[in-house]
């Protein structure tokens, strides 16, 4: 079933979805201190591709730094990924058969304003990467 939801997100959103984070990533990745933003853009866009039998969990061994970089990420670069998945999801939501993706959308938007101290883990384990 996660195949067949992931193949019908990725014809819908999901790889205009990683374009944008690709974009993000190549654009940040252009300085040294930008990089991992970059690598980080392409981590959360490889998610936004395939994303279900995926979700996100803190890190604990993520700190300050971590909140420092999603505070220059939101600035550079998380708050028009954000608005990307709110246009998209609204988009789908107006149909009942996307619906559910409309909804995927949204629950991207909180790893898209603050991706760093996440992991992306399979949703049979989520306490792996603990």
Same mark, same amino acid.
């Given at each position: 079933m996660?195949? !067949?939801?992931?193949?019908?997100?990725?014809?819908?959103?999901?790889?205009?979805? &990683?374009?944008?984070?690709?974009?993000a990533g190549l654009i940040l990745c252009i300085t040294i201190i930008g990089i991992p933003f970059g690598?980080?853009? &392409?981590? !959360?866009? !490889?998610?936004?591709?395939?994303?279900?039998?995926?979700?996100?969990?803190?890190r604990r061994d993520s700190g300050a730094p971590s909140l420092v970089g999603n505070v220059l990420w939101l600035i550079l670069a998380g708050w028009w990924l954000a608005l990307g998945h709110i246009?998209?999801?609204?988009a789908l939501?107006?149909?009942?058969?996307?619906?559910? &993706?409309?909804v995927a959308n949204f629950k991207l938007i909180p790893v898209s304003l603050m991706p760093l101290g996440r992991e992306i883990v399979p949703t049979d384990q989520p306490f792996a990467a603990r």
């Amino acid at each position: 079933m996660k195949t !067949i939801l992931n193949v019908i997100w990725l014809v819908l959103s999901g790889f205009w979805l &990683f374009l944008g984070y690709l974009a993000a990533g190549l654009i940040l990745c252009i300085t040294i201190i930008g990089i991992p933003f970059g690598l980080a853009a &392409f981590r !959360i866009g !490889i998610y936004a591709l395939w994303p279900f039998g995926y979700t996100t969990t803190d890190r604990r061994d993520s700190g300050a730094p971590s909140l420092v970089g999603n505070v220059l990420w939101l600035i550079l670069a998380g708050w028009w990924l954000a608005l990307g998945h709110i246009v998209t999801g609204l988009a789908l939501c107006l149909t009942i058969i996307g619906i559910p &993706f409309g909804v995927a959308n949204f629950k991207l938007i909180p790893v898209s304003l603050m991706p760093l101290g996440r992991e992306i883990v399979p949703t049979d384990q989520p306490f792996a990467a603990r």
